[in-house]
């Protein structure tokens, strides 16, 4: 069967054995699928139809799923793209340092339009959600794997200019592709490692009871958002019953400006690791899985080397520091471009191979999760916090922080301050006392865990980081006075109307009709009635939809119409109903066929 017709690289045949021995070395298994269309697409450049013909007899799945898998995932391409496909972050604070203006520049240079692949096949260029790289933007994919930060108008030039001279990316040069920590500020998680091993260690003296009893007592709380006591989360899978229990780390990382996972990931996977093996010691699990998101691909074989590594060193794999029957496994999945695949139900349908379509829940994954079993999913620093209890103790973690946010919390700075980058503090710090550490000046609002957070105002710079007063995932993004705070919330309403999954009404129709109202104030005919329209439509997603992602679409417009609503009403044509229609723009065309542009043929003109 030829595979491809279409510009992929090498022959059919060869192509047809490549994607066989691909199917083979996931031993032909349905909830592979992701990762084996992943890794087509990274061999073929994409997914032509044929191939997904081919997966779908070989896995034995109706093609119409193949394919609504493949239409899920925006990394996921069925037409060709172009052999470099560029991808600039297009998060708020990449708007900030001119992200916009660098794409223009870099599609005019090579003659090619946003979105579309040039005519020679060789490069396509369009925006995606925030890659992570908040503190070294702008910043852009290429190909999915690698990814160039800093840029400027200098380096966008070099980049046009290697383009067209067909210098192979492995020969550009090695420092534009360097992703440095910038940590600003350690503590616990970030300071000195722990010594490979030791937290498994202290896991093993204490015995699973013992483990979850000191991770209760310790009232360590998720670090991805809800807060949930760890602990219990453990203990209900531990109890849940299940053929097999598993343990998931969340490395999805999609919430804009957030990028302290990438560090963590980046600094301590021995850390993530061990807290990994914990909570399977914990749970009772065999098998755990490492979620990363897509844009973080280039992680991957870093990561991998460090598991195959400690699979040496006896910390994985079976009979872990020589314990018969303690036995278990990390495979890394990575993701394909989707921020609800954040949400721990539709993470686990995207392990699943399936769409990222977030499930009803109860159950929960503690008792019902991948494959329907027992599974714990949890951040990246929940497990780095969870390894640091097992050493230390519960004590001396709750010494930290409050008495309701134990331990630390590690922030993700970006924006208008004059160090960005990662920063660790106790829970409990003030606002303030970030801004000030970062260089922040004459700061106007900061947002706090994301658009799905809180935008705080100066009044507020002396609230606490912690779950009973600011609670965060760890974005912290800083706005000065010169920035437009409608802006801001109009950039957050664009990108929830894009990572809706369209599973539900009020999620799919609502982002839709936020970013029509916010897109209408922008230019400039909208009135006091939007606004209230805005207020409504807040209310009924926070109630009516059916996943967090919608629940939590309209904080930033909540937020910023109660602290900045002159920022609103500065974008306000009339403080009555203003139609979106324009008549009079409408009327251009007809002006053109007639050759006129006189002030009679122009609406308001004609009134007078
Ligand atoms: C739309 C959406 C996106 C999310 N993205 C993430 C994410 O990127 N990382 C994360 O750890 N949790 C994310 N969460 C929260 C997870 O559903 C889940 O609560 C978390 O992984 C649990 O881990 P924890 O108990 O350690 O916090 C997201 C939730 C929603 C609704
Ligand atoms: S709320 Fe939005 S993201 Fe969540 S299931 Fe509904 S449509 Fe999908």
């Known amino acids: 069967m030829a595979l491809v017709n279409g510009p992929a690289t090498g022959s059919p045949a060869s192509r047809t054995e490549a994607i066989d021995t691909l199917l083979s070395r996931y031993g032909r298994d349905p909830h592979a699928l992701v990762q084996i269309l992943r890794e087509a697409q990274e061999q073929l450049g994409w997914l032509p139809r044929p191939v997904l013909v081919?997966?779908?007899r070989e896995l034995a799945l109706?093609?119409?799923?193949?394919?609504?898998?493949?239409?899920?995932?925006?990394?996921?391409?069925t037409r060709p793209v172009g052999a470099l496909r560029i991808l600039f972050s297009d998060n708020v604070t990449?708007?900030?340092?001119g992200n916009a203006e660098l794409l223009a520049d870099l599609c005019r240079r090579l003659g090619v339009r946003r979105g579309q692949v040039r005519a020679d096949g060789r490069v396509s260029i369009d925006f995606c959600?925030?890659?992570?790289?908040?503190?070294?933007?702008p910043a852009l994919l290429i190909n999915h794997h690698q990814v160039i930060t800093r840029l400027d108008a200098e380096r966008v030039a070099q980049i046009a200019e290697r383009i067209e001279a067909q210098v192979p990316l492995d020969e550009w040069p090695a420092q534009w592709f360097r992703v440095v920590d910038n940590v600003q500020r350690a503590d616990v998680l970030l300071g000195t490692p722990l010594p490979p091993g030791s937290a498994i260690a202290a896991g093993l003296a204490r015995g699973a009871a013992g483990l979850l009893d000191e991770i209760?007592?310790?009232?360590?709380r998720g670090r991805g958002g809800a807060g949930y006591q760890t602990g219990r989360k453990w203990e209900l899978c531990r109890a849940a019953p299940g053929s097999a229990h598993y343990v998931v780390c969340n490395a999805d990382e999609g919430e804009p400006g957030t990028f302290k996972d990438r560090v963590l990931l980046t600094r301590q996977p021995d850390l993530l690791f061990e807290g990994m093996t914990l909570a399977a010691l914990g749970v009772g699990a065999r098998q755990g899985f490492v979620y990363l998101r897509g844009e973080y691909r280039y992680l991957l074989e870093p990561l991998r080397e460090v598991l195959y590594r400690r699979r040496e060193q006896k910390l994985l794999g079976s009979a872990i520091q020589g314990v018969e029957g303690f036995d278990f496994d990390i495979d890394i999945h990575v993701g394909a471009g989707a921020y609800v695949c954040g949400e721990e139900s539709a993470l686990i349908e995207s392990l699943e191979g399936k769409r990222g379509t977030p499930r009803i829940r109860p159950p929960f994954p503690v008792e019902q999760g991948y494959l329907g079993q027992p599974t714990t999913v949890n951040n990246v620093e929940t497990y780095c916090a969870a390894a640091h209890v097992a050493v230390h103790g519960a004590a001396w973690w709750a010494g930290i922080g409050t008495p309701k946010s134990t331990g630390t919390k590690v922030h993700s700075v970006s924006g208008d301050c004059e160090r960005p980058g990662i920063y660790e503090y106790p829970f409990g710090t003030r606002v303030g006392r970030i801004l000030e550490d970062c260089g922040a000046r004459d700061t106007q609002a900061v947002q706090v865990g994301g658009p799905s957070g809180l935008c705080l105002s100066a009044f507020e710079f002396g609230r606490r980081i912690a779950f009973e007063d600011v609670p965060t995932a760890g974005a912290f993004m800083v706005f000065d006075?010169?920035?437009?705070m409608f802006e801001v919330a109009r950039n957050f309403a664009h990108f929830f109307a894009h990572e809706s999954c369209g599973f539900c009404t009020p999620c799919r129709v609502g982002t839709a009709l936020v970013v029509k109202r916010m897109d209408k104030l922008a230019a400039g005919h909208g009135s006091r009635h939007d606004i209230d329209v805005l207020f409504e439509l807040d209310k009924l997603m926070h109630t009516a939809t059916h996943c967090g992602l919608g629940g939590a679409a309209c904080n930033p417009l909540r937020d910023t119409i109660a602290k900045f609503r002159?920022?609103?009403?500065q974008h306000l044509k009339s403080l009555y109903f203003e139609p979106a229609f324009d008549l009079d723009a409408e009327l251009s065309v007809a002006r053109r066929m007639t050759g006129r542009d006189d002030a009679a043929s122009h609406?308001?003109?004609a009134h007078e």
Do not use: W
């Not at 109706?62 to 391409?77: C, I, M, S």
């Not at 990449?94 to 340092?97: C, G, K, P, Q």
């Not at 209760?216 to 360590?220: A, T």
């Not at 002159?566 to 009403?569: G, L, R």
């Open 603 to 605: 609406l308001e003109d």
């Open 54 to 56: 081919f997966i779908a």
């Open 566 to 569: 002159p920022a609103y009403e």
């Open 481 to 484: 006075r010169s920035r437009d």
């Open 94 to 97: 990449d708007r900030m340092l």
């Open 216 to 220: 209760k007592q310790s009232n360590l």
């Open 129 to 137: 959600s925030c890659t992570g790289l908040g503190d070294q933007g």
């Open 62 to 77: 109706p093609l119409a799923q193949v394919e609504g898998v493949v239409g899920f995932y925006r990394f996921f391409h």
